[in-house]
């Protein structure tokens, strides 16, 4: 594709993203009368569901041979990575979604035979927009982000939620107690979206986690890559796009250290 | 003392924590010329001192008898609780502050007799300022806060750092693991005044942590009384005004229920 459509599917995903965060607060609005939770959790779901079938529609109208895979199930059917994939989560964090109305994001990540070329990540009560084109850099706000420099594990502040750091089925929690006990602290926000974003910014060092969904990581790989932030699995193999994968987001150096670790 | 007195009171910490604040975000521009890390650490010390000196001037010309304790050390000798006492972190969570320059925030906390009488956590990045005076409610921006209803743990987000799930000298590990386990997730922020008044305004359910200074939880506690909130240490004691503490609070149920978990 040429890069007069490149730029063509640019400004759409943006403001289609920007038109789905509108009715994500329109929604949201209309629903703080109601103050339950149980009631905001289905209005959750149905808000998911609206905004997968929102892009879906948008998506399926303007560039008819493009596929999309979302969480809600709404897409295509998707065997291999040929041709143009939207990878979409209407809502990532929806838990921070129905208790903080905050900390959750639109994730869309659009992919061509396998490589990365858009990824969009809004951080939508912030107000804060993450951008990346392949070769052009990644962008939060218009302000460009810095390219990532090494650290190590002691100066590194570490995305890492609570469930790896005890015992569990997908990692050797004391590899992981190690690098929680060296690093100089952890944070844990409830949205891979927004925490890969992080990453990407520089606001914290590295994220790890033993699985996501491809909607969850989609976006934030590309941005990743655009600011020199290593990205595999957490035993070192590359990440399949169209699969769960487990996935250490990290600093040069500071990737490298973590994986010896999490190798013992 | 009268009600005027303490209206008086409530209004110059209001303006005194904005003006804090203030001189932070300046300092902090001034700063952004400055990327490296180190550079923006040394500039933390010095407005973490500045910050507490601007305080103690102000607090000592307009209330000479009122008594501060603040974390760098420039306030007074506290023996007992006898009388006024302002306790001040000027910038809670200084590692997001280099790392992130969002998540930390300003606190306050004035007690008098040590009945806690007022409480401001200024979330300065995010402009959430939070304020409670006791017997009038606790507030997020001039919206009133809820009163906290009681919740369980399977539905409760919980606020808590990997470092407490992992072998440590403070607390049973494996108690805490539980916990974990039966929650439906946790959060960490790395700032424990902005954690604190996550919980009075319902963002999260629980917050637990093994040592926290009086700075850190000096506001939280107040905020925390005036919406229903319990707060204790994680045996169940009382907590001490003047001293370091471990810190269990949530909201009403899943306090008992993790106080549980954390005496087997």
Known sequence: MNYEE???????????TLEAAQLLKDSFQNSLS???KSHISDLVTNMDK??????????????????VLGEEGYGDEIYDNAGIIWIIDPIDGTTNFIHQQSNFAISVGIYEDGI?????????AADDFYFAKVGEGAFLNNSKLNTLE??????????INATWVGPNKRVNHENVQ???KQSRGTRSYG???IELAFVAAG???????MRLSPWDFAAGLILLNEVGGVVTKTNGEPISILEQNSILAAKPGLHEEMLEHLSK
């Open 203 to 209: 606001k914290i060092d590295a994220y790890m986690t």
């Open 50 to 67: 609206n905004i997968e079938k929102f892009f879906i529609e948008k998506i399926q109208k303007t560039f008819p041979h493009h596929k």
């Open 191 to 193: 949205s891979a979206a």
């Open 150 to 159: 090494k650290v190590t594990l002691t100066e590194a502040v570490v995305g």
């Open 34 to 36: 109601i103050t339950y």
């Open 116 to 124: 990365g070329k858009i990824g969009i990540i809004y951080d939508v």
């Open 178 to 180: 190690n690098i929680v």
């Open 6 to 16: 490149w730029y063509k599917i640019e400004k759409l995903a943006k403001s289609w």
